[in-house]
T-cell receptor, first 111, second 112 residues
């Protein structure tokens, strides 16, 4: 079975721009979660989608948003980028609250 | 507040020198505790899920155990390829969500 895939793997943006990251879950997994990983804060939960509905949201500003499509693929968007948004963004898929399997991540650098 | 604390932050071992990593948690109700391994520049790799106190899981040189307040990841006779950051995470029982709360991780270095 193919694992979780994320695109792009690397992104460089400037402050004020917006960015969209994409995630394709493991086939059959309907739950997709997004996490932000930084050296200072570690892994922090952004949001979770299940069957196209946002089921939970972490403590991040409204500039961070996401969605899930009918094929379970998910996207997250960050608008008005700030320097502090530089991080590794990780997507994970699961069979509804079971073990989550992570993708390789998207490394976002904001200049 | 739900919280996960891992210790030590960093651990250096000689090849073959067994040790344990600790994950203590404070949650209102535990649905599951998860261990992951993360190599530099990569996403976390799932290792184990533990659901109830007394449960144990093994995989090669790794063994995870769970009590009511903490979990241990025992590494027996480690090899250099076991060098990585080991992450512990919990799922809380009270809500209908798969959200994981992570500890800060333990970075393990195994020297030949």
């Amino acid at each position: 079975k193919a694992g979780v895939t994320q695109t792009p793997r690397y992104l460089i943006k400037t402050r004020g721009q917006q960015v969209t990251l994409s995630c394709s879950p493991i086939s059959g997994h309907r739950s997709v979660s997004w996490y932000q990983q930084t050296p200072g804060q570690g892994l922090q939960f952004l949001f979770e989608y299940f069957s196209e509905t946002q089921r939970n949201k972490g403590n991040f500003p409204g500039r961070f948003s996401g969605r899930q499509f009918s094929n379970s693929r998910s996207e997250m968007n960050v608008s008005t980028l700030e320097l502090g948004d530089s991080a590794l963004y990780l997507c994970a898929s699961s069979l509804d609250q079971a073990a989550q399997y992570f993708g390789p991540g998207t490394r976002l650098t904001v200049l | 507040e739900d919280q996960v604390t891992q210790s030590p932050e960093a651990l250096r071992l000689q090849e073959g020198e067994s040790s344990s990593l600790n994950c203590s948690y404070t949650v209102s109700g535990l649905r599951g505790l998860f261990w992951y391994r993360q190599d530099p520049g990569k996403g976390p790799e799932f290792l184990f899920t533990l659901y109830s106190a007394g449960e144990e899981k093994e995989k090669e040189r790794l063994k995870a155990t769970l009590t009511k307040k903490e979990s241990f990841l025992h590494i027996t006779a480690p090899k250099p390829e076991d060098s990585a950051t080991y992450l512990c995470a919990v799922q809380v029982q009270r809500s209908n969500t798969g959200k994981l709360i992570f500890g800060q991780g333990t970075t393990l270095q195994v020297k030949p």
